[in-house]
T-cell receptor, first 107, second 114 residues
Framework: QKEVEQNSGPLSVPEGAIASLNCTYS??????FFWYRQYSGKSPELIMS????GDKEDGRFTAQLNKASQYVSLLIRDSQPSDSATYLC???????FGKGTRLHILP | NAGVMQNPRHLVRRRGQEARLRCSPM?????VYWYRQLPEEGLKFMVY????????ESGMPKERFSAEFPKEGPSILRIQQVVRGDSAAYFC????????????FGPGTRLTVT
């Protein structure tokens, strides 16, 4: 079983809609969870971190964590073309990264 | 600019040469992580260092690769006798605590082995 799994996509979402990105992890003892955004040819950029169950909102981004089900998700409201990127889910320890979900916002 | 710095940004080496990649962490950060990213692949953890100590090198190949983070100066990732399969983007990240803390990435070094 892979440690951190994401749907590779691409996930196509119309401009202005909500983009929903999901991630599951295998280590039930994980405590810290991160979402990074990576534009093509660039380095990952931290956009959200979440440590406890529930929702955490920051602007148009909402991270959701469910430790019992071992999943973490990222919602992007009012999606913009500039949100088109690969989104990486990361889990603490050695910071294990998923392979990322390519998000494409359709203008 | 107090961000993570990496140099060189691009490095070309012939097979068999050595590659040295440097990383200066964000100001105030004493934890450094190295990752490798192959084209169309995810980030792979290589090594985690604190000043003068290697904390976790479980992701680093046993041969040809080494890393250090001296008391003074940048962290160095060294690849000896490079092969074509070493061609990748190498990213350094830093944090101000243990690995549970948020990591901030440098711009990366793109290594091409010809």
């Amino acid at each position: 079983q892979k440690e951190v799994e994401q749907n590779s996509g691409p996930l196509s979402v119309p401009e202005g809609a909500i983009a929903s990105l999901n991630c599951t992890y295998s280590d039930r003892g994980s405590q810290s969870f991160f979402w990074y955004r990576q534009y093509s040819g660039k380095s990952p950029e931290l956009i959200m971190s979440i440590y406890s169950n529930g929702d955490k909102e920051d602007g148009r981004f909402t991270a959701q964590l469910n430790k019992a089900s071992q999943y973490v998700s990222l919602l992007i409201r009012d999606s913009q073309p500039s949100d088109s990127a690969t989104y990486l889910c990361a889990v603490n320890g050695k910071i294990i990264f998923g392979k990322g979900t390519r998000l494409h916002i359709l203008p | 600019n107090a961000g993570v710095m990496q140099n060189p940004r691009h490095l070309v080496r012939r097979r068999g040469q050595e590659a040295r990649l440097r990383c200066s962490p964000m100001k105030g950060h004493s934890h450094v992580y190295w990752y490798r990213q192959l084209p169309e692949e995810g980030l792979k953890f290589m090594v985690y260092l604190q000043k003068e100590n290697i904390i976790d090198e479980s992701g680093m190949p046993k041969e040809r690769f080494s890393a250090e983070f001296p008391k003074e100066g940048p962290s160095i990732l060294r690849i000896q006798q490079v092969v074509r399969g070493d061609s990748a983007a190498y990213f350094c990240a830093s944090s101000d605590g243990a690995s549970a803390y948020e990591q901030y990435f440098g711009p990366g070094t793109r290594l091409t082995v010809t």
